[in-house]
């Protein structure tokens, strides 16, 4: 059961995941099901007027214009095995690629997002799961190499409950256990020795526990790619405007791929007028981070304030409703700057806006809609990962925004981060939230005019450089 509004289904506005989308597993007696669809629909005529849609509506000025929901029923792709129903393959594809990880890689032949089981894995930022990323125009390329390619793997398959009547999550190894799944040697990897290999003559020599999925037999032996490359080219070009595209697909019994549109709308492509030439001869001293890795390009001036979450701090709450908490915090003032007019940075640990607290801040969008600059930061002693989130409804909100999104590992040789700054800079946090004076020691709000005279921060992130620099500037 899925949404369909004025301003959600017209050009311009993605509204990507803003309003919700409920699965039937329509099992039961015919009342049980009535009851299940009904509850449904309300849940989906509800979602017009949750607070994440609001915002996105208030910050594209439409929140005067006429919006009504409408409810679209449709068929979830799939094959039933055993007591589940869900597709061998789903996820989102671009007609362009902003994530070039290589210099390789064409930025005009699109990437894949891609998952095994319902695609709510591919668009969402869940858990400790990660897609795979193709890039059409080199698809055995991936961003991670040797050994990382067991950690950066989907472990978790979002699946149908035909039993249960619901949607739910269950461990891949476990789905999977009996090694029977439909052309299966087409999407996984055995870990044999440290080594990762691929299924040979159709042959999975490995138990369950240490099959990952790789999807590399589908991408060298099939015409899925070149498929999908088709379908992004053709809808383009109907569209005259690039392209974000939802999909399902399998494997027949004859080794075709069929491929299912589910949706697809024009993809939101920040303009970039600015010159993002980077700075050359700029005092050490000035510099408070730079990262090697740059998704969306963007210059900023004139930045007042930064809010920052230590990893280390964060890691130190051993408190749930506390971490819960901290999100709230930033949303408070994430509003009040936006009241006053203030532009700022948001540095946090892992994956903000992840639904596991474990992994990052669990903010929502609206808690964070008036940042300029988002950062992501994972230190090696804290394990915080952050996720390329290229692909997802959240890095749809970022680009919509005109939010900056950068990736930052300190611990690298080729990144940079002035601690010294982080750890002398005055927090401000408790005047303008003297409640949350708990949170002082986690929470750390700077205003940049408290530390340099006449000084305000500028961000320069040049995407074809694959780099990203956040420094002092004096106004003077």
Not at 327 to 355: D, H, T, Y
Request: proline share 4%; net charge neutral.
């Amino acid at each position: 059961i899925r949404s369909s509004s004025l301003q959600e289904d017209s050009y311009g506005n993605a509204f990507a995941g803003k309003y919700r989308s409920e699965f039937c597993a329509n099992q039961g007696s015919p009342e049980d099901r009535l009851s299940s669809f009904i509850n449904a629909v309300k849940l989906v005529y509800a979602s017009a007027l949750n607070p994440d849609a609001l915002s996105y509506r208030r910050s594209r000025g439409l929140q005067y214009e006429d919006e009504q929901m409408a409810i679209l029923v449709q068929r979830v792709s799939g094959l039933r095995y055993n007591h589940f129903f869900f597709p061998s393959l789903a996820g989102v594809t671009f007609s362009k690629n902003m994530f070039t990880w290589t210099n390789r890689i064409d930025p005009s032949k699109g990437v894949i997002r891609l998952v095994f089981g319902l695609g709510t894995r591919a668009v969402d930022r869940v858990g400790r799961d990660y897609p795979r990323m193709i890039a059409v125009s080199h698809p055995t390329l991936r961003p991670e190499t040797g050994i990382q390619i067991q950690k950066y793997s989907q472990w978790d398959v979002d699946v149908i409950d035909l039993k249960n009547n619901r949607l739910t999550t269950i461990p891949f190894h476990k789905l999977l256990s009996k090694k029977d799944y439909p052309n299966l040697k087409m999407f996984v990897s055995c870990l044999n020795n440290g080594y990762i290999e691929d299924p040979y003559m159709g042959k999975i020599e490995c138990e369950s526990r240490k099959m990952i999925l790789t999807f590399n037999n589908l991408i060298k032996k099939t015409s899925f790619v070149k498929k999908i490359d088709t379908i992004l080219e053709t809808v383009e070009q109907v569209y005259e405007k690039p392209v974000d595209i939802e999909f399902t697909s399998h494997v027949d019994n004859r080794g075709d791929i069929k491929i299912n549109i589910v949706q697809c709308r024009p993809m939101t492509i920040p303009g970039i007028t600015d010159d993002t030439t980077l700075p050359k001869n700029i005092p050490e001293k000035n510099i408070l981070f730079q990262s090697s890795m740059v998704i969306n390009a963007g210059k900023i001036d004139n930045i007042n304030y930064i809010l920052y979450i230590d990893p280390e701090s964060y890691e130190t709450i051993d408190s749930f409703d506390k971490k819960r908490s901290l999100g709230r915090v930033v949303g408070l003032i994430n509003s009040i700057l936006a009241k006053i007019e203030k532009q700022f940075i948001l540095i946090g640990p892992g994956r903000w806006g992840s639904s596991n607290i474990e992994l990052g801040v669990n903010v929502t969008y609206s808690e964070i809609d008036n940042t300029s600059v988002l950062v992501e930061m994972s230190r090696i002693k804290e394990g915080h990962t952050p996720e390329v989130s290229y692909g997802t409804h959240f890095f749809q909100d970022l680009v919509e925004s005109g939010i900056v999104y950068m990736p930052l590992y300190p611990d690298q040789e080729d990144s940079l981060f002035n601690e010294t700054f982080f750890y002398e800079s005055k927090n401000v946090l408790t005047e303008l939230l003297p409640e949350y004076k708990e949170f002082e020691n986690i929470v750390k709000l700077i205003d940049i005019s408290l530390e340099k005279n006449n000084s305000q921060i500028s961000v320069i992130a040049n995407q074809q450089a694959q780099k990203a620099i956040v420094f002092l500037k004096n106004n003077e």
